[in-house]
């Protein structure tokens, strides 16, 4: 998801000079979030099984 980020000075009412600090502001840019759903899995991830799934020989330490 994208957005869009304002910022603004902020003043304080007995100082009148140069701003305290600044505010931000965030609008989302999409109407609807955006979402997806990753599985830990990919490799994106880090995750990677020692075994494939419906390969009942590519589990560790099956020995008959």
Not at 11 to 24: H, L, V
Request: net charge neutral.
């Amino acid at each position: 998801m994208d957005y869009d980020v304002w910022t603004y000075p902020v003043y304080r009412k007995a100082r009148q000079g140069k701003p305290d600090g600044s505010m931000a502001a965030v609008f989302p840019t999409t109407p609807s979030p955006v979402q997806t759903i990753t599985p830990a899995s990919t490799e994106d991830m880090g995750y990677r099984p020692g075994s494939q799934s419906g390969v009942l020989l590519s589990y560790v330490g099956l020995q008959s």
